[in-house]
């Protein structure tokens, strides 16, 4: 019974986000509503016992990517009503989403997918599904996990490539140079005559301006 | 309606009921000391510092100034509530709530240790994911800062937030995997469990340079000096918070100290065996466990106060240099070799 309720009040919150990413005319509140989906989502999650996906899912989806969404509206100067201007051009895509979607909720409901079974938040007791999860990622399905890691490898890779270019005007700092260097490096001691300045190159090169008479 | 009146029935019994009040009791029990000791922490904070300083601290507010804390709070109560006139309103508001609801939430899974009459565990949540339980939820904290800096319409505020946000996701990274290695080592994502399996020896001597590693990540984590740079007085006003007065900014204020203890009592659990005595001899064990959380919990809050009192601010880069290309690989390395350590030796779980 309170489980049935619990769910009812999860996909309420799942239903209430989505609509808010959808109908928010202020980017900053979709993203807020695509923020009470991601954890009506784990909350689901967490109900029917994959407590660990649904943790995974606030760390990954909440504590990462969402972030870096957030950064980046953030930073961009959006222009509100430009994306509302032409909402037939998104049509095609929003139907193949649409029509993708329908055809794997068609799919689970014919085979079964529906797990009516509902359970808490397992305690102590009862089996972790950590570990089961563990022994399938690292046997049945190492490849697809290895060849994963090599994706999200390279779409590292890609980015630093993309975004990163050698600069010759800002001055770096090495902290191990600087904390190596010795008093020989950084001190000269010099002995200038009376009116002959300290004869070092600093002095060479120094000009001085032109004094007013 | 008839689905209505049947779950009516069925969920309002005794026993649901009784549930909920005990739920609620216990949520009561935890909260109210928490934000207690919140407040003063705020007191020990400035009684520590002030020491440092060579100054009294708060001395006016009742013997020692210890009802400075009480004063603070009652003076931002009445304060006037000021929104600024180009914010978004509504983000303006849920910000601070954002900030302040994920660090109380955290306490659910804390395990106080044993009951002295009972012997049973106390917790309100004994969940198998604990660790995972209190990273998740933490990962949120950034939403509301982030928020406010972005609804307060304002430059500083933007630039403590954006500040806050990459520093806060960044040392998130490496304390990921050093939590990682601690779990390798316990065998156990339970907080209890992890106690438990400290019996022998606490992790921060097997787990040493794990040890220093999470202590300066919880600095930068909860935005505290020598990493305090979202709130940097001297070049952005006051940050994220700058526009913010009153119970609204009470709320920052009250998110960031529980913040504090909050990874204070994880980093004891963690590594400083969490309700265990230093050694299960005859006076040490006559003091219940929760004494004992609690003095680990004001040793590392003290370290806190004191990195304060003693460090320099960073800059940015050296920060993020710090984070990513020193922390990072360290932390990978560490749980390599705790890995291989485990994987020859075994784990220390109880």
Known sequence: MLPDLIFALFATGILVGAGLIIAARNPMLGMLGMLVTFINAAGLFILFGAEFLGLLLIMVYLGAIAVMFLFVLMTIDLEFFKLREKPKAYLPLGLLTVAVLAGEFILAANYGLFSTNVTMLPTGEQPQNIIQIGNVLFTTYVLPFQLSGLVLLTAMVGAIVLTHRPRSDVKRQSITKQVLRTKEEGLTMTKPKLGHGTGTNVAKHWKPKSVAK | ?350
């Open chain 2, 1 to 350: 309606m008839e689905l209505l009146t049947h779950y009516a029935t069925t969920l309002v019994t005794f026993d649901n009921l009784l549930m909920l009040a005990t739920t609620l009791g216990i949520i009561l029990l935890i909260a109210v000391p928490v934000l207690l000791g919140m407040a003063y922490t705020t007191w020990f904070e400035r009684k520590i510092l002030g020491w440092m300083h060579l100054r009294h601290g708060p001395m006016h507010t009742g013997p020692f100034g210890l009802l400075q804390p009480i004063a603070d709070a009652v003076k931002l109560m009445f304060k006037e509530p000021f929104i600024p006139g180009a914010s978004n309103k509504v983000m303006f508001l849920i910000a601070p709530m954002l900030a302040f609801i994920p660090v109380l939430v955290v306490w659910a899974v804390i395990p106080f240790g044993e009951n002295p009459f009972t012997g049973s565990l106390m917790v309100l949540a004994n969940i198998n994911l604990g660790v995972m339980f209190i990273l998740a939820v933490t990962s949120i904290e950034v939403y509301g800062i982030l928020l406010a800096g972005w609804a307060s319409n304002s430059k500083y505020p933007f630039l403590g937030a954006v500040r806050s946000g990459a520093q806060m996701v960044s040392y998130e990274v490496s304390m990921g995997l050093i939590v990682l290695a601690v779990i390798l080592l316990a065998g156990s994502m339970n907080l209890a469990d992890i106690v438990n399996a400290q019996k022998t020896v606490w992790f921060f001597i097997p787990a040493f340079p794990a040890f220093i590693m999470f202590l300066v990540s919880i600095l930068a984590e909860c935005n505290r000096h020598p990493f305090d740079l979202p709130e940097a007085e001297a070049e952005l006003v006051a940050g994220y918070n700058t526009e913010y007065s009153a119970m609204s900014f009470a709320l920052f204020f009250l998110g960031e100290y529980v913040a504090m203890i909050t990874m204070s009592a994880f980093t004891a659990i963690l590594f400083l065996g969490g309700w265990l005595p230093p050694f299960d001899v005859a006076p040490l064990n006559w003091i219940p466990g929760t004494i004992w959380l609690l003095l680990k919990i004001i040793a590392i809050l003290f370290f806190m106060v004191w990195a304060r009192g003693t460090l320099p601010r960073y800059r940015y880069d050296q920060l993020m240099r710090l984070g990513w290309k020193i922390f990072l690989p360290l932390s990978f390395a560490w749980l390599i070799i705790t890995a291989i350590a485990v994987k020859l030796l075994g784990n220390l779980a109880a």
